[in-house]
């Protein structure tokens, strides 16, 4: 994925079992928070760490969605479990994971990702942690969602 290239849209199902697609979210900024797993330590800590800055990302207008390959009741079940406001979205079969590359060095598995596709619908932030321990820094994601705005 580069800069400025169109996103690929795509359709998957939140921990609620609705479905949420891409292309209609035109006309807004979204940010892509791709992560291995649920229930794990690091993951546990990047999705808490987006809620308890939950204002920050409410304040830039953006649609923030995390994705893995976990199935949508284990979304469900750990979004419960801590409480998280952002929906997540099941990617079980890795077909998204794919298409923004962002596979893992784990089979079926993505790698953690911050991807902000501005209101046209294009990249306009990409960064992928191939190790999956490290993330960028709320601040620095929330920046670049303000910039894309």
């Known amino acids: 994925m580069k800069i400025g290239e169109k996103a690929p849209d795509f359709t998957l199902i939140d921990g609620a079992g609705n479905e949420w697609t891409l292309s209609e979210q035109k006309g807004k900024t979204v940010l892509l928070l ?12 990047q999705m808490c760490s987006v809620r308890d800055n939950w204002d920050d990302y409410l304040a830039t207008g953006a649609e923030v969605v995390g994705i893995s390959t976990d199935p949508v009741d284990s979304h469900h079940k750990f979004s419960e479990k801590y409480d998280l406001p952002l929906k997540l979205l099941s990617d079980e079969k890795a077909e998204v994971i794919r298409k923004y590359g962002v596979g893992s060095w784990f089979p079926g598995k993505s790698s953690r990702a911050e991807v902000v596709i501005d209101k046209d619908g294009s990249i306009a932030y990409y960064n992928v942690q191939s190790l999956g321990i490290f993330k960028a820094s709320d601040a620095e994601v929330i920046a670049a969602i303000e910039e894309a705005n």
């Not at 791709?34 to 800590?45: A, H, M």
């Open 34 to 45: 791709f992560y291995p797993g649920d229930n794990t330590p690091v993951c546990t800590k």
